[in-house]
Structures are given as C-alpha cells and as structure tokens.
C-alpha cells in the first residue's frame, strides 16, 4: 500500500495516498464475479448472466463501493502504522482519478497525533492530608439527619395560628397574570413549607405566613430566588395569594434505642452512634484521597507541559457543548430551573468558558497513561471490579448488574478499565508521594483564601518530551507492513473501527476524529477525553475529567 507521510507540525501530519487502477479493477471485477452468480436479469438464466452485462448494469455501484472499502483499508493502515498516536483522522479529500473509470484513486487525509510525553516529577510529590477526626458534634448532626428523617406529622392543639415548626398546606396563585403570562404558571395545590426550615426558594412566604389562622387567606409579597423554577420570576416581586388548608407540627422521635431499631441499622443507640462514626471517618477519608489526588494532579501538569492539537481539541469541546445541551435540555423537560442546578446560561454551554477544564482533562489523561505505562502498573481484576462498584453506587445498580452489562458492550467495558487505570495511576502517585498531616478544615480555609485561579492548558516546560517522528515521505511495502509495529498497532485499533465506519458511509465522508488512547464511546456521554493504556483499553477519546468523581 504505497502512500507518502508530510510532517506539516510538530502534531500534524498529512497523508497522500495512490490506489493503483489494477487493484481498483482487480476488486471491482471480483465483486461484479460474485453478483453474477446471483442475479436475476430478464432474458437471461440465473447464474448464466455474462460479465459485460453485469458490469453494465452493476458496475458505477460496486466501483462506489469498492473505493469506499480501498478508503477504509488504506486509512486503517496509515492508523496501525503510525509512530504516534492518532487523535484525529480527518476527511479524505479525492483528487480527480476518483472520477475517471478504473484510473488510479488519490486521495489526502489530515491527521493529529499526540505528543509522546516522558512524565516527569511524579514521584515524592509534596502532599497535604487533613488529620481524620470524628468528632462528637457531627455525630449528633448526623443523627438529627436521621431525626429530620423519621419525623412525623402531627395535629396541632392548643393554638389556631401558625409558628415557627408547623409545616403548612397551602394553595396559591400569583396575581398580576394578565399583564405577566409567565404569572399564569405560578399557581398551584397542595404547597408545602415548614414555618423556620432551612429555607426554600420563595423568601417572604414563611414571614407571611407566620401568624396567620389556620383557615386563613392572604396576599404575600415574596421575591423568587435562583433556586426558583421558574427562571423568569428570579428576582421580581410577585403578589401571592396563599389560602392555608392544613397544618400541623412536625414531631421529631427521641433518641434512644427504639428509634435505632426503627432506622434498621442497630439495635440500641450506642450501636448507631458506632456505626454513623464509622460512616463518617469513612466519608473523611473518601474526601481525603480525592483531596490527595487533586494535588497530584495539580502538580503534575505544573510539571510537564503538554502540546495539544487544536482539531482534536475543538472536537472535545463540540463534545462537552453537546453533552451540556442535551443535559440542560433534559432539565428544563422535568421541569428543573437551570439557576437551582448552579447553571448559568450565559456561559454552560460556550466552549471558551469551558475550554480550560476540558484541556486539562486532556493532558492529565495522557500524563496519567504515560505513567501507567512508564511504571509498568498492571491492571488486576480487583482494580477493575472496583471502578465497577463505583459506577454501579453512581447509577443506582447492583455491582453484578452492570457487570453483565458490560460483558455485553465491548465498548463500554473498554471505558470502565480505561477509568481503572487512570484510577490506579492516580493511587499509585499518592502512595508515593511525601504526604503531611495537617489540622482538620486548613486546606478547606487555604482554599478560600486563595483567589481562584484561571485554569492554564499548559503547565510550565519542564517536561521531556519523546522525540517526535521526523518528516518522512514513505512508502509501505510488504517489509514496512513485517516490521515490528506492536506498539503503534495496539493504540490504533479504535481509530481504525472508525475510519471503517467513515469509509463506508461514502468516499468523502469525514472520518471522525478518535483518540486510539482511550475508549469506544457507545453513545459519547462524556466526559472528557481519556488516554489509553496501550497494554489494556482499545479506546476512543471521551468527555470526561480525568480527577477523579
């Protein structure tokens, strides 16, 4: 397969590739040979339909098809041979012999490939860990949690006016809703608020209606907040008209060991203290190592500076904007308000304003790999398992479940080791890490106190970079396809699946940019990109960050 390798950059390449017309033609009369042994054409026996007649009739569409698959099978090969990982597989882009009946086929394709990293500085890093104390005073809110949770609701005797604890039903309907259509949605039965809670996204109503008979109907003044979901109504004022149906008082159990039986986790109230104290330094610890691998990464992007292609990275952020429309759409469907989720419209979804985070997702999954494979960690069942359990916790499955699950999605199963090995990297460079204790909240107030920094797509240059493939013009014969190639081969295998799909889509089709790094997406939910173990995942690039969830 003679094809001819331009360095264009330091991370781009271009590709010219030359079909001899004779394999063009050895193919095309191979598959018409195939077709005539089936086809049904009037005036002739099946399987007795002479060759001329076949490629009259069958011809133009098998020559499309036959340049299609000449496409796929001259782009997988330029994939499985590269020195360096491709990123992106641009679109193929034909010269005029495409249109010339069995003449040669040339066609250019744009690649990007990733920087060969040499990780640097990540070892004996300088981390910080918060001393574990359990302290009795989260014990007890915790076990007020649990009160709050086991409340029950009783009637109220003695008083006929609301106060502070009683929990009020109430109908409602904003007034004002012939100037204001958006008024005409805020009405409603059956409201519910707790006179005194921690607050809810309506301030003025539990004020108004503090004090007021049991039975009463009044006009309250209240000021939606961002928490509101109706997004429009953040911020005005709106005349309420509330008519209170029912209240009662929240009554809230005692503490003793009835109530640890009642909350099935113990038998006395001592067992359950243990047992939430348990639970707590368990929760502290969770938060100390993803606190510790923060560091890690932190530090080690200062430390090694990592090139990206700019192709490859604006399709990541065409990724992350998808992904983030399609999840702000499903809010807005059941109805959420996007200001109570913490998401600000002016900025979700614009590329730049995400722009940094997606880039450092980047780098540390391809520094992460890089060091997997540099220390040679090896991914065992129990590393895979775990990030199993993990996921399943996150998507309210049984560990089992989603088990079989991916025993039936190859790609699926790709991400989940590709996110075990970024997982077993990370704990790998804390355990070797020079790790201080430190008083329990400093880094949480250290945190405070320094501004927030804007996220850098580079780190300081300090790292070593692999030398990268010198210009070639060349071309592949039988002892270039012979030469050892193991490595480039096991990074391609993903990218290759989809210059297949591309080419068979039709001879210009773009051929989808894809990360050999990391995993196949089933339906590229996202995170953002994730490099590949070149021993273990077969993978296509996601959205997804590379800290740890």
Not at 300 to 313: A, D, G, S, T, Y
């Amino acid at each position: 397969m003679p094809y001819e390798v331009e360095e264009t950059g330091n991370l781009t390449r271009l590709v010219t590739v030359t079909v001899p017309a004779e394999e063009r033609k050895k193919r095309v009369n191979k598959e018409l040979r195939k077709i005539a042994k089936t086809a049904k054409i009037r005036g002739f026996r099946k399987g007795a339909v002479p060759f001329g007649e076949v490629k009259k009739r069958y011809g133009a569409e098998v020559d499309r098809d036959t340049i299609e698959g000449l496409v796929r099978d001259y782009l997988n090969k330029i994939v499985e041979e590269s020195e360096q990982v491709v990123l992106h597989l641009g679109r193929p882009e034909f010269g005029d012999a495409a249109a010339v009946a069995e003449g040669d086929v040339t066609f250019t394709v744009d690649l990007e490939v990733r920087q060969d990293v040499d990780p640097v500085g990540y070892l004996g890093l300088e981390l910080k860990k918060e001393k574990i104390e359990v302290t009795s005073e989260k014990v007890d809110e915790r076990l007020e949690q649990l009160r709050e949770r086991y409340a029950t609701l009783e009637p109220i005797s003695g008083r006929k006016k609301i106060a502070e604890g009683d929990v009020v039903t109430f109908d409602y309907e904003a007034q004002g809703a012939e100037e204001n259509e958006e008024l005409a949605n805020f009405k409603g039965k059956g409201g519910q608020v707790e006179i005194g809670g921690k607050g809810g996204s309506i301030p003025g109503l539990e004020e108004g209606l503090t004090g007021l008979a049991f039975d009463a109907t009044k006009v309250i003044e209240v000021t939606p907040n961002e928490n509101f979901g109706i997004a429009s109504l953040v911020g005005e004022a709106i005349s309420l008209e509330v008519t209170v149906t029912e209240v009662k008082h929240k009554v809230l159990p005692e503490l003793d060991d009835d109530f640890a039986k009642d909350t099935g986790q113990a038998e006395t109230l001592d067992e359950l203290r243990e047992k939430l104290s348990e639970e707590i330094e368990k929760g502290l610890e969770h938060d100390a190592m993803h606190s510790l691998q923060s560091q890690v990464l932190e530090k080690l992007i200062e430390q090694n500076e990592i090139e990206l292609p700019p192709k490859f990275v604006q399709e990541q952020l065409d990724n992350e904007r998808n992904q983030r429309l399609r999840a702000l759409q499903q809010a807005i469907q059941q109805g959420m308000n996007p200001a109570s989720l913490g998401i600000d419209l002016e900025t979700y979804a614009d590329p730049e304003a995400f722009r940094p985070d997606v880039e450092k997702g980047i780098c540390v999954d391809f520094l992460l790999t890089a060091i997997f494979e540099k220390e040679e960690l090896k991914l065992e069942e129990a590393d895979l398992m775990a990030t199993i359990e993990h996921q399943a916790m996150h998507q309210r499955v049984q560990p089992q479940q989603l088990l079989q699950q991916l025993l039936q999605d190859q790609n699926g199963m790709a991400q989940i080791q590709h996110m075990a090995m970024l997982e077993k990297t990370r704990i790998f460079l804390v355990e070797k890490g020079e790790i201080e204790e430190v008083p329990a909240g400093s880094l949480s107030e250290e945190a405070e106190e320094k501004p927030k920094a804007k996220a850098k797509s580079k780190a300081k240059p300090k790292a070593k970079a692999k030398s990268k493939s010198k210009t070639t013009k060349k071309k592949a014969d039988k002892d270039a396809e012979e030469k050892p190639k193991a490595k480039a081969k096991s990074k391609s295998k993903t990218t290759k699946k989809k210059a297949d799909k591309d080419a068979e889509e039709k001879p210009k089709a773009k051929a989808k940019s894809k990360s050999k790094t990391t995993k196949a997406k089933a339906e590229k939910k996202e995170t953002k990109p994730k490099a590949k173990a070149k021993s273990k995942s077969k993978a296509t690039t996601t959205k997804k960050k590379a800290d740890k969830e």
